[in-house]
T-cell receptor
Framework: NAGVTQTPKFQVLKTGQSMTLQCAQD?????MYWYRQDPGMGLRLIYYSASEGTTDKGEVPNGYNVSRLNKREFSLRLESAAPSQTSVYFCASSGYHNSNQPQHFGDGTRLSIL | AQKVTQAQTEISVVEKEDVTLDCVYE???????LFWYKQPPSGELVFLIRRNSFDEQNEISGRYSWNFQKSTSSFNFTITASQVVDSAVYFC????????????FGKGTLLTVNP
């Protein structure tokens, strides 16, 4: 019962380094999402992919890029990491990009940028 | 614009007490959906419940119950006879209807259940 798998679980970067966070789901879901979670802020949507081949900006997209590699995989890239991007990143998926579909989350990636 | 307010930042109770987590939402949509998620200390996010705006029936699942009241724009969550394993951050979330989908989370309530 893998569900949504994120790699890596932890990462430390230096300012200016690049990094790609990987996400894969095995539930045959159409839609996938990337969020960041910061203390006292809840979860904020970075980017989402309503279906394979499409991506759209969320609430806080600046400094990030995404790739929907195929139906299973959705990666998040930091081209030039900044300390403000220190956060816990969650990938999620849902059956359809439809508001009544619950999202299922991965275990998160803790990213620290020095 | 959508907004979810969880006014209780932290709650601490003793095991076996009942506890209610408040959630108040704002939306202009007539069709919308409300969710609760649990984030235990291990960090993962666990889906608990979904409720649509047309269904105001309360729901009970074991020790968990949810009270949805459109008149007060609230979707509160009650844990009866709390247990230490209930200790977690609980998030309320809202999404609108139609194609303009966006899931908006509250800032969460940290529940600590002490033995």
């Amino acid at each position: 019962n893998a569900g949504v798998t994120q790699t890596p679980k932890f990462q430390v970067l230096k300012t200016g380094q690049s990094m790609t966070l990987q996400c894969a789901q095995d539930m045959n879901h159409n839609s996938m999402y990337w969020y960041r979670q910061d203390p006292g802020m809840g979860l904020r949507l970075i980017y989402y992919s309503a279906s394979e081949g499409t991506t759209d900006k969320g609430e806080v997209p600046n400094g990030y890029n995404v790739s929907r590699l195929n139906k299973r995989e959705f990666s998040l890239r930091l081209e030039s990491a900044a300390p403000s991007q220190t956060s816990v990143y969650f990938c999620a998926s849902s059956g359809y990009h439809n508001s009544n579909q619950p999202q299922h989350f991965g275990d998160g990636t803790r990213l620290s940028i020095l | 614009a959508q907004k979810v307010t969880q006014a209780q930042t932290e709650i601490s109770v003793v095991e076996k007490e009942d506890v209610t987590l408040d959630c108040v939402y704002e939306t202009r949509d007539t069709t919308y959906y409300l969710f609760w998620y649990k984030q235990p200390p291990s960090g993962e996010l666990v889906f608990l419940i979904r409720r649509n705006s047309f269904d105001e029936q309360n729901e009970i699942s074991g020790r968990y119950s949810w009270n949805f009241q459109k008149s007060t724009s609230s979707f509160n969550f009650t844990i009866t006879a709390s247990q230490v394993v209930d200790s977690a951050v609980y998030f309320c979330a809202l999404s609108g209807g139609g194609s303009n989908y966006k899931l908006t989370f509250g800032k969460g309530t940290l529940l600590t259940v002490n033995p």
